[in-house]
């Protein structure tokens, strides 16, 4: 939902026609990456405070400085809180700004993917390792080699493969790595370097992991977003090309790719025979919530999907402050996912 028009809401109403509740309320969380690992729900979370930064399009005020993990033994108990599970401080290449994380297990281990900007400036993705899941995490000396802009997804395929999925535009920097490089020119306006409307839209990123899941095994590669005639998504059709807040599933044999259209607000997914695509846009998952950024994952837990989800609504619309929520999704017999509305 549009900042301007949060001025306007009654927000006791609001949240009386809120599909779900806030997952925790004694702190605000966003960008929920859920997993079951061991029968547990396990919900990796940005960690959002007021740090006094300026509002701007490059995300500046989203300015987190820890992570912490939420566990729930079933989906209906509560969510337990389970304190600090890595700290910018203890993260040696990051400056600033932990922003949407995941999360994965391989052989007992677990791994903790996060973006943060680096002391250039520049948004990378780092690993840190755990032999729990709630951690805490040791953060690798150096961020993944070859990695860039923010919102690392991590997806295990059936044959164990693992891949990475991640980019976001504006604030996430996508645009300014199209040749490859970073291009560090000015303006630092969140706008400046994108395609034209006319022009194919920028593509969300993938790389498979290499075996220890702490670099990519391969030169990260653009997944296409193409719609029904299989023609790419262009720049200019906001409602539907990709954002950022990428995330993957796999549902009766198919890849569904899930990511938020930015400033329209919407969370959408396109669907492909394989990992690296194509995928065909398919229409939206979730409209738009409270608060400026919409970011989530879906889990399956005991034979049912759920969206893992964010808004702003205990904040009373500060769009930097937001709450996990979940809510159940259902699919049609065509594969195709019954769109949620935030509020009734
Ligand atoms: O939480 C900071 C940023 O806001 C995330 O990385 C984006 O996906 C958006 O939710």
Redesign the pocket.
């Given at each position: 939902m549009p900042e301007e028009s949060i001025q306007h809401i009654d927000f006791d109403e609001l949240n009386k026609k809120a599909i779900s509740k806030p997952l925790v309320s004694h702190m605000y969380t966003?960008?929920p990456s859920a997993h079951v690992f061991n029968g547990k729900i396990y919900i990796y979370p940005?960690h959002?405070i007021d740090a006094g930064e300026a509002f701007d399009d490059l995300?500046s005020h989203?300015a987190?400085e820890d992570y912490h993990v939420l566990s729930m033994d079933t989906i209906d108990s509560e969510a337990v809180d389970n304190g600090l599970a890595l700290h910018v401080n203890d993260v040696p290449w990051a400056e600033q700004?932990l922003?949407?994380p995941d999360a994965h297990e391989k052989n007992g281990t677990y791994y903790l993917f996060f973006?943060a900007k680096a002391y250039d400036g520049i948004f990378k993705i780092g690993v840190a390792t755990s032999s729990s899941p709630t951690g805490p995490f040791k953060a690798q000396p150096e961020a993944i080699k070859g990695s860039f802009s923010?919102?690392p997804a991590v997806f295990k395929d059936d044959d164990g493969s693992y891949y990475m999925y991640f980019g976001?535009l504006w604030?996430?920097q996508l645009q300014r790595w199209r040749t490859g490089k970073f291009n560090a020119e000015q303006p630092d306006s969140p706008t400046a370097f994108l395609p034209k409307d006319n022009e194919p839209a920028l593509l969300p990123i993938a790389a498979k992991m290499s075996d220890d899941l702490l670099e990519f095994d391969e030169t990260p590669r653009k997944l296409e977003i193409v719609d029904e005639e299989g023609n790419l998504l262009l720049a200019g059709d906001n409602d539907r090309r990709f954002f950022?807040?990428a995330w993957m599933h796999k549902y009766n044999g198919k890849y569904y790719f899930s990511y938020?259209t930015g400033d329209t607000h919407f969370i959408c997914y396109a669907i492909g025979d394989n990992p690296y695509g194509p995928f065909t846009y398919k229409g939206k998952i979730l409209e738009p919530v409270v608060g400026w950024?919409?970011?989530h994952s879906v889990c399956e837990v005991d034979g049912k999907s759920y969206l893992f989800y964010?808004d702003s609504s205990l904040s009373k619309g500060v769009t930097?402050l937001?709450s996990v929520k979940v809510a159940e999704i259902t699919y049609k017999e065509d594969g195709t996912i019954v769109p949620l509305k935030p509020y009734l």
């Open positions: 966003a960008d940005s959002d995300g989203f987190m700004q922003w949407a973006p923010i919102d976001g604030g996430g950022e807040a938020s950024t919409s970011h964010h930097h937001r």
